[in-house]
């Protein structure tokens, strides 16, 4: 059974930063599309940073020049680093990745989220 496991959330002070890390566990085969997406209290779920198998990567207009991503491909884990973090970043920040497993086809999975708080 695949699993997606967050860490790293938490509150920082604005200016500050944060590393993310989201692993996936279980009989995983491949893994392409993997991503960060982020939900603040009232709104919708939002796509932050994605990245491709060929590191290819995607960010939304608000985290370009701030925000990483990055993935290790032997350990099935994506990272978000965030810096020169805004309140307006505040929200639950949720793994995403597209893979194949044993028995399965390709398939989204979501984590459980994470909370990022920034705050003075």
């Known amino acids: 059974q695949v699993q997606l496991v967050e860490s790293g959330g938490g509150l920082v002070q604005p200016g500050g930063s944060l590393r993310l890390s989201c692993a996936a566990s279980?009989?995983?085969?491949?893994?392409?599309?993997m991503a960060w997406y982020h939900q603040a209290p009232g709104k919708q779920r939002e796509l932050v940073a994605a990245?491709?198998?060929?590191?290819?990567?995607n960010y939304a207009d608000s985290v370009k020049g701030r925000f990483t991503i990055s993935r290790d491909n032997a350990k099935n884990t994506v990272y978000l680093q965030m810096n020169s973090l805004k309140p307006e970043d505040t929200a639950v920040y949720y793994c995403?990745?597209?893979?194949?497993?044993?028995?399965?086809?390709?398939?989204?999975?979501w984590g459980q989220g994470t909370q990022v708080t920034v705050s003075s």
């Open positions: 995403n990745a597209n893979l194949r497993s044993v028995g399965a086809p390709w398939r989204h999975y």
């Open positions: 990245i491709t198998s060929d590191d290819s990567t």
């Open positions: 279980g009989s995983i085969l491949s893994t392409n599309f």
